[in-house]
């Protein structure tokens, strides 16, 4: 009896000793991932997008308090297919990538809204501004790559809306003269990979 209790005591240290499992790290699988957003101009919306961004991803939807996501995007990278454009916004007026040149979110924590909806918790900092955000999101599910053995594919997608004028991308000069909205939305398209 005595050697009994003396093995689930030593079992129970171990247990209690042994490192919990991490939610794991996912990577992003940049030929499936896609970072949009849309602006009203007078009356048609532009579209537009980021093609270099990357970060920190560390996800499992029965690990929230384990989970962390840091995005990194580069404002440089921005994209509406129009060359004289996209210079504008990179200068001084918007973006000024030279001295801002990364658009950065970063979780604080995840809340379960049900089902497979989440919402992620954390600080968005663009330009000069940082601000306290809750960017609501959609987990689509996890299953191994069809296409690639021995791999996991997770997918994600957000949508968001801010005033742009809040973060100093714009001094509100065109939003006056009813040529550039102060609302952008955000769209987040996210094919996730990690080893099985």
Same mark, same amino acid.
């Given at each position: 009896m005595r050697k009994l209790k003396t093995s689930l005591l030593l079992l129970l240290t171990l247990m209690l000793a042994a490192p919990a499992m991490a939610a794991p790290q996912w990577q992003f699988d940049y030929p499936h991932c896609r970072l949009s957003f849309e602006v009203k101009h007078i009356f048609a919306p532009v579209m537009g997008r980021f093609t270099k961004f990357g970060g920190t991803f560390i996800f499992d939807p029965t690990d929230l308090a384990g989970?962390?996501?840091?995005?990194?995007?580069?404002?440089?990278? &921005?994209?509406?297919?129009?060359?004289?454009r996209d210079d504008h916004l990179k200068g001084p007026e918007f973006f000024e990538v030279k001295?801002?040149?990364l658009i950065l979110f970063v979780s604080e924590r995840f809340e379960s809204k049900g089902g497979n909806r989440y919402l992620?918790?954390?600080?968005?900092? &663009?330009?000069?501004?940082?601000?306290k955000i809750q960017l609501p999101?959609?987990?689509?599910g996890t299953r191994a790559h069809p296409m690639k053995p021995k791999t996991?594919?997770?997918?994600f997608?957000?949508?968001?809306?801010?005033?742009?004028?809040k973060y100093h991308v714009g001094t509100g000069k065109y939003y006056d003269a009813g040529v550039v909205g102060d609302k952008?939305?955000?769209?987040?398209?996210?094919?996730m990979l990690r080893p099985q």
């Open positions: 989970s962390k996501v840091v995005l990194e995007i580069q404002t440089a990278s &921005i994209d509406t297919d129009l060359t004289v001295r801002y040149p992620a918790h954390g600080t968005l900092t &663009i330009k000069d501004v940082s601000q999101f959609v987990h689509l996991w594919v997770t997918g997608e957000a949508r968001y809306e801010l005033d742009r004028l952008v939305k955000l769209y987040f398209h996210l094919e």
